[in-house]
């Protein structure tokens, strides 16, 4: 798809960004909407005090992983959580501002970070997405099979009523 944003620009997060990252989660998914596809306790992105806590141990938002903004005129309208590993890169989650999905914005951060791979020798992607106790499959799966992730027919079981989907790219 044709970026339907100009200029936009993608950084790493600061802590200066926590409450607009709340804010892009919170109104991009409901309680009820992941309700069946996600874990309880797994909404790192909705609490300002959190994030800022987790920011002031380490200066940075999570342990493990980098989180990268999308900004368009200013304004922040996406982010991106991943990490590489030494033979691959792995995306634990992304969000696009619900009135700014469908521009494109959600591929560029994920060709973004593809890119990052790249340049580290990694040609593996991998990410996940879940499928609810009736078989549906929670509704970003088109879009990662749309940006070329293949799902691995694996459906690994959690401690709630939702499998796990593994997904696989290879980067050419
Ligand atoms: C999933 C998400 C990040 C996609 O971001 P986006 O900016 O809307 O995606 P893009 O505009 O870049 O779309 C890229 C392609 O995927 C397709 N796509 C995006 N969301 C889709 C959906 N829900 N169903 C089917 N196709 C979808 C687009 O049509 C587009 O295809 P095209 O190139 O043929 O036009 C965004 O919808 C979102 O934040 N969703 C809520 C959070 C979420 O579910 N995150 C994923 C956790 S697994």
Do not use: H
């Amino acid at each position: 798809m044709l970026l339907a944003v100009t200029s936009l620009v993608i950084r790493a997060a600061t802590v200066k960004d926590i409450s607009s990252i709340v804010k892009i989660r919170l109104a991009a998914l409901t309680e009820e909407e992941i309700r069946g596809f996600s874990a309880p306790e797994s909404a790192t992105y909705l609490s300002i005090a959190e994030l800022r806590k987790a920011w002031s141990r380490r200066n940075r938002l999570t342990d493990d992983f980098e989180v990268l903004v999308a900004e368009a005129e200013g304004k922040l309208v996406g982010f991106i959580v991943f990490k590489m590993e030494r033979d691959y890169g792995y995306i634990d989650n992304i969000v696009v501002s619900k009135k700014e999905q469908g521009k494109g914005i959600g591929s560029a951060l994920v060709a973004y970070v593809e890119g990052i791979a790249k340049s580290k020798g990694c040609y593996l992607m991998k990410t996940d997405t879940t499928e609810n106790a009736n078989g549906v499959p929670w509704k970003a799966y088109s879009f990662w099979t749309r940006m070329g992730y293949e799902d691995s027919g694996k459906r690994l079981p959690t401690n709630y009523d939702f499998t796990e989907i593994p997904l696989i790219k290879r980067l050419k």
